[in-house]
């Protein structure tokens, strides 16, 4: 298969897109692609300060990276969330994302968890009832409010995510399977700031498939953690990426087909904005300021609280 | 000496053996992996799924999906 553009040998054959190209032609076409995104959704200018989520996998790296590249003003946030589980999970995941920054001068947040709250996230979630099976919703909460604290407390416009188009679909997936009309309301590559306390989030790689994701991060020599999460098997995310490859495979173009035209429903206004009853009732939490679905605390407070309380009665013991 | 008429597909601790002579492509389908969720590389370099096998060729997979 040769490339489109010059017809040397492709690297690579998109073909939701018909499209192969060759390794040179591969990146410049995800730099130009993800600059053609930013500017199309609105995401931020080359005036914004972007803090960039990075975990030490394929995407995250990869976005910093093509940012870099593009000339955008950005820093990297890393959450130590201190998973061992026998492989060092997120020891390793900090080293690449250490090395990454420090190989192109950029400049990196690391927040660990055990270190500002006292426990792991595996040991948060033992404490309390819903990650009690499994820490992901624990985990889930807590880089979501770290993410938006740090981002706050140092100023960024905008919090720049590494959600490629199968995280998207798989989402949207799963919120269609129920009619989350909540959950399906907020998604999309934009999520604003509409309140006090919340930052923008963009997700610039949203229209990417994660195949080319990978396929990025392996021709720029991008180091990342190549093993899954030990938390993610079983995963429903997984569960549903599985599905809609098996229908990608046999209908190129689909999993592309389903996000966008979901985006375009959207616009056209099939979900009506009053329904999001969780966004009107919104709250402050008296204890960070980031807003709240009840009155009272957050539930990562909530869930800090229960963990000090812990410790407490541990150390009285 | 016999030939050694197969190539080699490794996914993460999985090893396959496919005849040589069949398309990356063919061979993927016969093993029930999706061409979505995979790369293919030989000698660290990408290839495109219309690459034809050949004898003791070893080529790695790269799984490309994650969760969370």
């Known amino acids: 298969m040769h490339c489109r553009k010059c017809s040397s040998k492709a690297v690579i054959n998109m073909r939701q897109h018909k499209l192969a190209l060759c390794q040179d032609h591969f990146i410049g ?3 130009e692609q993800t600059e053609r995104f930013i500017q199309k959704y609105h ?3 080359h005036d914004d300060r972007v803090l960039v989520a990075v975990s030490g996998g394929k995407d995250s790296l990869s976005l910093w990276d093509i940012l870099w590249k593009l000339g955008y003003y950005c820093d990297g946030l890393y959450i130590g969330l201190g998973i061992d589980e026998g492989i060092q999970y997120s020891k390793e995941s900090q080293r ?3 090395k990454f920054a420090l190989e192109r001068g950029l400049k990196l947040h690391i927040v660990d968890v055990a270190e500002e709250y006292g426990e792991t996230i595996p040991v948060i979630a033992n404490s309390t009832l819903r990650g009690r099976d499994k820490p992901c919703s624990v985990c889930g909460i807590s880089k979501r409010h770290i993410m938006n604290r740090v981002a706050r407390q140092q100023g960024y416009d905008v919090l720049a995510t590494g959600h490629n188009l199968d995280d998207e679909a798989a989402v949207l997936f799963g919120n269609t399977l129920t009619w989350s009309t909540g959950f399906l309301l907020r998604q999309g590559p934009i999520l604003e700031a509409t309140l006090p306390g919340l930052v923008r989030k963009a997700k610039p790689l949203c229209r990417f498939y994660e195949r080319e994701m990978a396929a990025y991060a392996l021709l720029r020599n991008i180091g990342y953690i190549y093993e899954e999460c030990p938390f993610a098997e ?4 997984i569960y549903y990426k599985d599905i809609l490859n098996r229908l990608e495979a046999d209908r190129p173009g689909l999993k592309l087909t389903f996000y966008l035209s979901f985006l375009q429903a959207k616009e056209a206004g099939l979900l009506s904005p009053q329904i999001d009853e969780d966004k009107v009732n919104l709250h402050t939490c008296p204890s960070c300021g980031q807003p709240t679905s ?6 990562f407070c909530r869930m800090m609280a229960k ?3 812990i410790s407490n009665e541990r150390v009285e013991l | 000496m016999e030939a050694k008429l197969s190539a080699k597909l490794i996914l993460r601790d999985k090893e396959y053996e496919v005849k040589a002579g069949m398309t990356i492509r063919h061979a993927l389908e016969k093993l029930g992996i999706s061409s979505e969720s995979v790369l293919v590389t030989r000698q660290g370099q990408l290839l495109t799924d219309d690459e034809v096998l050949k004898e ?4 790695r997979l790269v799984a490309v999906i994650s969760g969370g």
């Open chain 1, 29 to 31: 076409w995800m730099h």
């Open chain 1, 43 to 45: 995401m931020f200018s």
């Open chain 1, 96 to 98: 690449l994302t250490k």
């Open chain 1, 234 to 237: 079983g995963a429903k995310s």
């Open chain 1, 294 to 299: 009840s009155p009272g605390e957050c539930t």
């Open chain 1, 307 to 309: 963990v000090t309380e």
């Open chain 2, 56 to 59: 003791e060729d070893v080529i």
